[in-house]
């Protein structure tokens, strides 16, 4: 499926469809200020590096990412394999 959807464009739409509905959500914001509060715990130092923070951040961000964001995301990757599916079908037939 992947190798079909980055084919077809299908996998910007989704990736742009949770990127905007990440953003409606506030879930953008959230995991901005838990990333300020990860690195204000963690000091100023120049010891706690990018990987670190994406490393702590990612458990959490993933986390808050609400149930109806995913369903929808679920439901429209659906849609397209049963698109893809029928498109395929039909190509298929005599």
């Known amino acids: 499926m992947d190798q ?3 084919l077809s464009g299908d996998r910007s739409k989704i990736k ?8 409606e959500c506030g879930w953008r914001d959230e995991v901005r ?13 120049n010891s706690f590096t ?3 923070l994406i490393t702590e951040v990612t458990p959490k961000a993933r986390t808050l990412v609400p149930d109806a964001v995913k369903k929808e995301l679920l439901m429209k990757i659906r ?7 029928s498109e395929i079908e039909d190509a298929e037939e005599p």
């Open 33 to 45: 200020l838990l990333c300020r509060t990860i690195l204000l715990e963690k000091g100023t130092g």
């Open 50 to 52: 990018v990987e670190q």
């Open 16 to 23: 742009d469809l949770l990127c905007n509905r990440l953003t």
């Open 79 to 85: 849609t397209i394999l049963t698109e893809n599916e």
């Open 4 to 6: 079909y959807t980055v």
